[in-house]
């Protein structure tokens, strides 16, 4: 082995599933093929595992088998599933944080996703009484209040509305970062930063279905509600709902899953995802706000001096490395893809920055892929790492010139009572050995 190669048990997984064979051990193959570790098995001169990639590795050896046999038919998989050995690569709940699975929250593995659109099935899931289960035929949607004239929408009325329209948009839980506002806490980027989904969604505005129902004058706010256990409700300001919300009965390309609130949710571009009712059921237009448990004594952020920030309805631009992280360690020197996303609910990602030295140094990462309004934006840093400890950060700013602020920033203006809105930067150590905790600067 080159000092370079981490123990058996740190290798990345297909190296494990390489020597996992069963017809024949890594070990027992190189013996059997008269190759002993330290035998470069392509090109001549001494092997240099790890500094740069694709360079010779004894260590990594073609394995026989695939070629041999027929493979599974087309219909082993009438409804396609990730590889088997990615089988780790799921959403994962924090037991301790809820006191049931039903009124529970679980965390996408920002960890192993790359690009930017989050797969629909592994979106973080949060709701407060269960997953419900709607039969499509069945589905209402109602439209009254403040109106000209009430209606009441199935499900095929609004898939034959026109205007239909394709868009992506990042939802962000108001509580993700909350278990970190008094330290760091979570080690993995699943935990701190997991309850963020980026999807592309396919409906119609709200505004048409407002318009065909008429909101009267003294129409200013709309209340959303679901048609799950916990009927949860919010008030929207009819600014919004007039201007970017969706009646969404599509996501990724295929009809919501259920536990995304098939078969109808409200999209609410950039503002806390707890607007953005599931199972949508009933829109009310009135001129006041409802002052609903979802926006009085939740989603309400408490300050140090006991007063109330409430109506904070704008996820602010935030950033997090998801490689290097806890779940994801640094596994070789050399060459190195430092990946990680950024958001924003007042508009696109401009720039992100990225230290490797806990602030001393900044580097411009590159965007790359889709970088549109209030949508999750991916970033690389590709560097070569030595082995020496890193402190790894990265920093957002949008195109409105805001910038990510320091975890110290933020609580000198909010304290730390508030579980909400933390858009903090986050801090990774990297160790020598490449295992990656969650820590702060001071
Ligand atoms: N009907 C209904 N809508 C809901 C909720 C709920 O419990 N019931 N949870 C809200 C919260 S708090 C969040 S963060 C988002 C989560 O959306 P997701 O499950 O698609 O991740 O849905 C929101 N919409
Ligand atoms: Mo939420």
Redesign the pocket.
């Known amino acids: 082995m080159s000092d370079n190669t981490l123990p058996d048990n740190k290798q990345p997984p297909a190296d494990r599933a390489r020597s996992a064979e069963p017809s024949l051990s890594r070990r027992r193959f190189l013996a059997a093929a008269g190759l002993g570790a330290g035998a470069a098995v392509v090109g001549a001169g001494p092997a240099r595992a790890g500094s740069v990639p694709g360079a010779p590795d004894p260590n990594i050896v073609p394995v026989p088998g695939w070629t041999k046999t027929l493979g599974a038919p087309v219909n082993a998989n009438p409804y396609g599933k990730p590889s088997k050995f990615e089988k780790d690569v799921v959403r994962r709940e924090v037991t301790w944080l809820t006191a049931s699975s039903e009124s529970s929250v679980s965390f996408t593995p920002l960890y192993a996703l790359d690009g930017t659109i989050t797969p629909s099935g592994l979106?973080?899931?949060?709701?407060?009484?269960g997953e419900a289960e709607i039969d499509p035929d069945k589905y209402r949607l109602m439209i009254h209040g403040m109106v000209d004239k009430p209606l009441v929408f199935t499900l095929e009325d609004i898939r034959r509305m026109p205007g239909r329209v394709n868009r992506a948009y990042f939802?962000e839980?108001a509580a993700n970062s909350g278990m970190e506002w008094r330290g760091a806490q979570l080690n993995g980027c699943q935990f701190t930063h997991g309850?963020i989904?980026n999807v592309q969604y396919t409906g119609v505005p709200l505004r048409t279905l407002l318009d065909m129902a008429g909101v009267k004058p003294k129409g200013k706010w709309v209340l959303a509600e679901?048609a799950?256990a916990?009927v949860?409700t919010r008030s929207i300001p009819i600014e919004k709902a007039l201007d970017d919300c969706l009646v969404a009965f599509g996501m990724n390309g295929e009809a919501l899953r259920p536990?995304?609130?098939y078969p109808v949710r409200l999209v609410v571009p950039g503002w806390e995802?707890?607007m953005?009712?599931?199972?949508l059921r009933r829109l009310k237009v009135g001129d006041q706000p409802w002052q609903q448990r979802e926006e009085t004594s939740k989603y309400t952020d408490l300050l140090a001096d006991g007063r109330s920030r409430r109506f904070t309805f704008i996820m602010d631009a935030k950033s997090v490395v998801t490689n290097p992280s806890p779940q994801a360690p640094l596994k070789q020197k050399g060459a190195n893809v430092l990946t990680g996303v950024a958001w924003s609910g007042r508009g696109a990602i401009k720039r992100v920055d990225v230290t490797l030295d806990g602030g001393r140094n900044w580097t411009t990462a590159r965007i790359e892929g889709p970088n549109t309004s209030r949508a999750m934006t991916r970033f690389y840093l590709d560097f070569d790492w030595a082995g020496q400890e890193l402190m790894v950060q990265s920093r957002a700013m949008d195109d409105t010139g805001y910038v990510q602020p320091t975890k110290q920033e933020l609580r000198a203006i909010r304290g730390t009572n508030s579980i909400y809105h933390n858009n903090g930067i986050q801090t990774w150590l990297v160790r020598g050995n490449g295992e990656t905790e969650n820590v702060e600067v001071g």
């Open positions: 979106c973080f899931v949060r709701h407060h009484g939802l839980c309850m989904h679901g799950d916990a949860m536990e995304q609130g995802g707890n953005w009712v599931k199972w």
